[in-house]
């Protein structure tokens, strides 16, 4: 293993994984406003429905978008864990975006603390959501590779 190729391989593709945790980033924000912009306020009995059927649009939204974040990163990633690339991107891009939009568009009537406290609440199924995708990313690049093979 004292080939030139091992000891230049960096342990990570730094630049390629800071582009794919901006587009997730930027994925978790537009899919989650997609859905809360689609979401069908008609099925809604009342105030509370309405809330909750909004806060579950959005969670899911940006649940989505990062576990399609987190597959892109792992396969756009070259070198390091790709697992963890997609990992890494997936809740940095939460931590960046999705948290930052939500606390800065949350209605005038909610404080600043609730919807912090939102956020948190959000951040246990996207990480659910961000494992699974870059689990997803790595069987996906496994047989695309034996598939080119």
Same mark, same amino acid.
């Given at each position: 293993m004292t080939t030139p190729e091992a000891s230049q391989r960096q342990p990570f593709d730094g630049p390629r994984l800071l582009v794919a945790t901006a587009l997730t !980033? %930027? +994925?978790g924000v !537009? /899919? !989650?406003a997609v859905f809360l912009h689609s979401y069908p306020r008609a099925n @809604? /009995? %009342?105030p509370t429905a309405a809330a +909750? %059927? @909004?806060a579950f649009a959005w969670i899911f939204g940006a649940s989505l978008g990062l576990f399609i974040g987190s597959i892109a990163t792992v +396969?756009? /990633?070259r070198a390091g864990s790709r697992f963890f690339a997609g990992f890494l991107a997936g809740v940095v891009g939460f931590w960046i975006g999705v948290?930052?939009?939500l606390? !800065?568009?949350a209605p005038s009537d909610v404080s600043s603390s609730a919807a912090l406290g939102f956020s948190f609440v959000a951040f246990a199924p996207a990480l659910v959501f961000v494992t699974a995708g870059s689990a997803v990313g790595v069987a996906l690049r496994r047989a695309l590779r034996r598939r080119s093979a």
């Open positions: !980033a %930027g +994925l !537009a /899919v !989650a @809604d /009995v %009342g +909750l %059927g @909004d +396969l756009f /990633v948290m930052p939009y606390v !800065a568009t």
